[in-house]
């Protein structure tokens, strides 16, 4: 993954296919997630090192992400920056959570876009972006958002269907 990071501290792999690939952001996030992995087996400090540049991508990718971007980029964001070691309280992190939360649905679930239904992996990948934000039940957006997911589960267990439904099941 090392060899995929770009000079701006970005990673891409070239693959795009929402709602699975969504593209740099996601690839830079989950990079970040396996170098801080990587680094706590071996303390080497080409995973810091790694993961400073792509922070420093990060700042910039996520604070230009338009009001109207697609909730698994706010997602995302969130993923790298812990990863990276933010914490829940910097500004950052608190403005990304503002704006998930404010994107919840009146049914408690979440689309993936700004204005479209409630979706099951949307919803899915929110809550747990929250809990990474240490919301817990106490909050009304876990608690809507966890019963949203428990009433729209289907009776073999799973969310979806096919085609890009399978998604959901992940």
Avoid at 26 to 54: C, F, H, P, S, V
Avoid at 119 to 124: D, H, K, M, R, V
Wanted: net charge neutral; hydrophobic share 35%.
């Amino acid at each position: 993954i090392l060899k995929l990071q770009a000079p701006d501290g970005s990673v891409t792999a070239g693959w795009v296919n929402p709602p699975v690939s969504t593209g740099k952001l996601q690839y830079t996030a989950l990079a970040m997630a396996t170098w801080r992995r990587a680094y706590e087996r071996d303390a080497d400090d080409k995973w810091l090192t790694a993961i400073g540049r792509a922070e420093d991508w990060l700042h910039g990718a996520a604070n230009s992400l338009p009001d109207s971007a697609d909730i698994q980029q706010l997602d995302y964001a969130v993923i790298g920056f812990i990863a990276a070691g933010v914490g829940n309280e910097e500004t950052t992190l608190r403005n990304l959570r503002k704006r998930i939360v404010a994107r919840q649905n009146q049914d408690g679930g979440w689309g993936r876009t700004k204005t479209g239904p409630s979706e099951p992996l949307a919803t899915g990948q929110v809550m747990y972006t929250l809990r990474l934000l240490g919301m817990t039940e106490q909050e009304r957006s876990v608690t809507t958002g966890t019963a949203w997911l428990i009433n729209n589960q289907k009776t073999d267990g799973g969310w979806g269907a096919s085609g890009s439904g399978k998604a959901e099941a992940m």
